[in-house]
């Protein structure tokens, strides 16, 4: 449980402390301090301070936090313990180093009622104030669960089949069980001299190998397991190791024979199969299935077949005696099961009111041990490509099957091998029946087919002691053929053209097949390129692509099922040439003032002329014509007219006849300059202002005046305006003019104006209240604001505020607190006039806004109680249910109000077993409030509410589990099964 106290220091008659849940009220001055700091800080330095209980008795783990201070400022805090603080400034630390404002770890519970009282201060950071409060951590109460032991065991093994001679590992695990939802509300502890018994079946049909570890205790080499102490949910395993000599079913079955404590649901030796101390697992050899085999699942107690169901892979077999599923299995007259496919068989108690006869051990009929012959990929190749020899993959365990002949298992037989062919036109290896010699997994092609065409292999492998286990997979080989194509290109052409290429013998590809043509340059000048299709371009060509370019025609032959595809393809050549472009021309701009009557003129020229080409010169009115070409003539540039006249010039070759793209020359015409965009300032009275500007056009600078003038040359110029001063409301004039950098022509002198204007005069707050997850009842903080006064100030502005609040991401928005963490939060508010201004002669427009201090604000959400509650079960004896089911209240307050009432929400209904103890007394009944509960068939839902003194709710859901009295284990009858074949 957190508590929040934001609270003023309070004494009664008898000097005891206490804090209620109140915003933050004055620090007393302490007046003993001999500290720097002996001043309270006013206006008063607001803060709270929290703390969490102990998390359980014994362990010194309560905290105390402080929250609420302005994260900007690096107070300094400091605590003591008791009443009056002896210390300074020097005794504390920066709130910045706080970790979510927590001042004291690992603090002790206290052991009075009414807590341990702690004072509290805070410094500003040059030590010239401080704040201070007492704070009282309160007790927490704790209470505890009943003792018990809950020794488990169970088994597992290393397979769930094995051969004969196979060696196969069991693991016994015993765990004493502390697991919540096994035993709800008990305390597992540990229980001492724990023995376990190990039972195997004699007679020759196991070996018990030599070897047993066991992860804590002793193994006797015989039956018994010395495990020693197991703490609560502390888990120690036993291996064995056991080989198998016959096939069949065996059971090994497991017990704890001895051990101290007082166990939950079991005694030792019992031998009880319905206790969780005794265990089995069974071992089953499978049997080999082939066509047509047969066997027999037989009862070692022939009486048992009325009592009975059989199970196919977990699934019940509905037939009765005499009935039969074709190719599955049936049922004899006697009562037995005749199996008949491959399997995990078993067998179930029909009685409903039976326990422990559950599933029993398996018998396991898998498929038998035959050669897997992997499916071998076909081939679909060119015409005189070669075939590379076919491996057959033989997927059997390779340590039995290594090669042909050896041995498949203990008593199992041996693999055999043998090749057939269809013939085929053109096939060297001919002939249907087997092929003589081709007796391995390898088929050799020595000699390739003479002709186009399809042929086919297949390979046969069996048991040669059981023949009906075999398989069988074949080989395909398709082979096909192209004709060459014919390339030809459109060369030679000039650079940035399209390059054409073209196949000219595509009456040789009309057969409908899918020919494929891909095109690639030999050398990769230019870089790599591809295209595809019989005829394509390359945009945008260059010298460097000149090259030898070649095509590919190839066709796709698609065969088999899933498809295979193989490309066959056949190749030509065509050799291209690309001529360079000349290079872009650097012409020269001109630019002369309007109406200038001795301007130098020139004709139009270029920074680069070359006399390897022709120059030409297009006019923008018509793009498409050439109106000079020079060494013939240039054209000339005219003044009269104010503006931008713009030509186009290239360089052409007349040998290869490729053009230059075309540049830009442009004659300019200054006229005179508009007078500066300048806009009126607008300035809050007493805020800050800035250097004055206007905004002159590109390639023009400003000229300030100090005074008004129609003059072109300024009698009077200012290099800039400093910022204007704000301390008083009212307009001021300013004058500026521009002048072209180039031509020199300036414009006329432009007026404005700066305004200097009112602010609102502050604002207040009333701190909010709310417990943590409240969803109710909290309204935005607009609500607790006190608004300042109108504006003084004409035209009257229009008003706003900003909230900077954590979390909120909405200024303009009034914020709506959050209630998930407990302390309080700190932010502002700032008001705020709008003023739009409409100066005469057409000025556009001025809105500035003109804030007020900013104010802080706080909001103090107070804990819900931190209490837990403990569900006790109803205990069993024997499989009797007992209604002793307990509800025990832990980490709680003495000054909490508990209430609690039958039903998953809350009543306070009589009907409902509503009972409310207010506050909850210390130390009652180890804290148990509710007992003799009824053990419910499942389950039953109890709700408790804790109210706190700051009357924050904690709602907490209990759920007592019913505790099942009904035999756990399971039994099996032994059975054995007889293979007919």
């Known amino acids: ?224 397991w010395s495990v020693g102490s197991l703490a609560p949910g502390q888990t120690e395993t036993l291996v064995l190791s056991y080989t198998i000599n016959e096939r069949g079913i065996y059971e090994i079955a497991s017990e704890v024979t001895a051990a101290d404590g007082d166990d939950l649901d079991s005694s030792p030796s019992t031998s009880s199969i319905i206790e969780d101390d005794y265990t089995t697992q069974c071992l089953s050899t499978p049997f080999d299935y082939c066509d047509d085999d047969e066997f027999e699942f037989r009862l070692a107690n022939p009486a048992m077949y009325s009592q009975i169901r059989y199970l196919k892979n977990g699934t019940p077999i509905t037939i009765t005696a005499g009935q039969s599923v074709a190719g599955e299995y049936r049922i004899h007259a006697d009562g037995y099961l005749i199996i008949e496919s491959v399997g995990t068989y078993s067998y179930e108690s029909t009685d409903p009111t039976a326990c422990g006869f559950e599933y029993c051990c398996p018998i396991i009929v898998e498929e038998g041990e035959k050669p897997d012959l992997a499916p071998v990929t076909p081939v679909s190749i060119c015409f005189e490509s070669p075939i590379a020899d076919v491996v057959v993959i033989e997927n059997m365990n390779a340590a039995n099957d290594a090669a042909p002949g050896s041995d498949f298992d203990i008593d199992r037989g041996n693999l055999v091998y043998q090749w057939f062919s269809d013939g085929g036109t053109g096939n060297p290896i001919t002939g249907s029946d087997s092929l003589l010699g081709y007796t391995s997994l390898t088929l050799n092609f020595d000699a390739l087919p003479a002709a186009p065409g399809t042929y086919t292999y297949r390979i046969v492998g069996m048991d040669d002691l059981h023949q009906t286990c075999k398989d069988t997979t074949e080989f395909v080989v398709v082979i096909q053929d192209i004709e060459k194509p014919i390339a030809a290109a459109n060369s030679p052409i000039c650079e940035e053209e399209t390059l054409e290429l073209t196949t000219t013998n595509m009456a040789d590809y009309q057969s409908g097949a899918p020919f494929t043509f891909t095109w690639w340059n030999e050398n990769a000048n230019g870089g790599a390129w591809t295209a595809t299709g019989d005829s394509v371009g390359r945009t945008d060509a260059l010298p460097a692509m ?84 020079y060494p013939s003539v240039r054209p000339f540039p005219s003044s009269l007219t104010a503006g931008s006249d713009v030509w186009q ?143 003084s100030s004409a035209p009257t502005p229009s008003t706003s505020y900003s909230w900077d609040y954590p979390g909120h991401g909405t200024p303009a928005t009034p914020p709506t607190p959050t209630t998930t963490t407990v302390g309080a939060t700190y932010g502002t508010v700032t008001e705020i006039f709008t003023y739009d201004y409409v100066p005469a002669d057409n000025f556009q427009v001025v809105t500035i806004d003109c804030p007020s201090d900013v104010l802080p604000v706080h909001v103090v959400v107070n804990p819900k109680p931190a209490a837990e509650v403990i569900a006790i079960s109803a205990l069993c004896i024997g499989d009797e249910d007992v209604d002793n089911g307990t509800l025990i209240l832990t980490r709680y307050e003495n000054t909490d109000v508990l209430e609690w009432n039958r039903g998953a929400a809350y009543s306070n209904l009589a009907a409902d077993n509503y009972i409310i103890e207010s506050p909850v007394a210390e130390g009652t009944h180890g804290g148990v409030f509710a007992s003799t509960l009824p053990n419910p068939d499942t389950s039953q839902d109890y709700f408790v509410r804790i109210t706190n003194i700051h009357g924050c709710q904690q709602d907490i859901p209990v759920t007592l589990d019913g505790k099942d009295c009904i035999c756990p284990g399971g039994y099996c009858e032994p059975a054995s099964i007889t293979p007919n074949f």
């Open 1 to 224: 449980m957190k508590n929040n106290y934001l609270t003023n220091l309070r004494m009664s008659s008898s000097g005891g402390m206490r804090f209620g849940w109140f915003f933050i009220g004055i620090v007393t001055f302490l007046m003993s301090q001999t500290s720097f700091a002996q001043t309270v800080c006013s206006p008063e330095l607001k803060f709270t301070v929290q703390s969490t209980l102990n998390t359980a008795e014994g362990v010194d783990d309560a905290t105390m936090r402080i929250t609420g201070l302005d994260p900007a400022v690096d107070y300094v805090v400091a605590y003591e313990l008791g009443t009056s603080f002896t210390g300074s400034i020097a005794n504390g630390v920066a709130y910045s180093t706080l970790t979510n404002g927590v001042i004291a770890n690992n603090l002790v519970n206290p052991t009075l009622a009414a807590g341990q009282e702690y004072v509290v201060r805070v410094y500003l950071p040059d030590n010239s104030c401080y704040a201070e409060k007492v704070y009282v951590l309160p007790k927490a109460y704790f209470n505890d669960k009943p003792d018990n032991t809950d020794l488990e065991i169970t088994m597992t093994k290393s397979a769930d089949a094995a051969n004969p001679g196979d060696i196969v590992t069991v693991t016994v695990v015993v765990t004493n069980n502390n697991s919540a939802t096994d035993n709800p509300g008990y305390n597992i502890i540990q229980a001492d001299n724990v023995e376990i018994t190990v039972t195997a079946p004699g007679g020759g049909a196991l070996t018990f190998n030599p070897t047993a570890t066991a992860s804590q205790g002793t193994y006797d080499g015989t039956s018994v």
């Open 546 to 629: 000149s090259d030898e370019y070649i095509v590919e025609v190839s066709v796709a032959y698609t065969n088999f099922t899933p498809a295979q595809t193989v490309t066959c393809s056949k190749t030509d050549t065509v050799t291209v040439l690309i001529n360079p472009l000349p290079p872009l021309p650097d012409p020269i701009d001109y630019v002369y003032c309007q109406g200038v009557t001795n301007a130098e003129m020139d004709s139009l020229r270029l920074n680069n002329e070359d006399v390897a080409y022709t120059i030409r010169w297009y006019h923008e009115s018509d793009t498409s014509v050439i109106d000079y070409s």
């Open 649 to 791: 010039v290239s360089f052409y070759n007349e040998g290869t006849t490729c053009e230059s793209h075309r540049a830009d020359q442009t004659v300019t015409i200054d006229t005179k300059p508009d007078m500066p965009v300048v806009n009126n300032f607008a300035f809050c009275e007493a805020g800050l202002a800035t250097d004055l500007t206007a905004i002159a056009e590109a390639g023009h600078s400003l000229i300030w005046y100090a005074t008004d003038s129609v003059s072109t040359v300024p009698d009077t110029v200012v290099a800039f305006t400093p910022p204007p001063s704000t301390a008083t409301v009212g307009i001021t004039s300013y004058f500026v003019s521009q002048y072209n950098t180039t031509s020199g022509c300036q414009s006329f002198i432009n007026e404005f104006e700066v305004h200097i204007l009112d602010r609102p005069d502050g604002l207040a707050f009333a701190v909010p209240e709310y417990c943590v997850d409240q969803t109710t009842g909290i309204q935005s903080l607009d609500n607790h604001l006190t608004v300042s006064p109108a504006s």
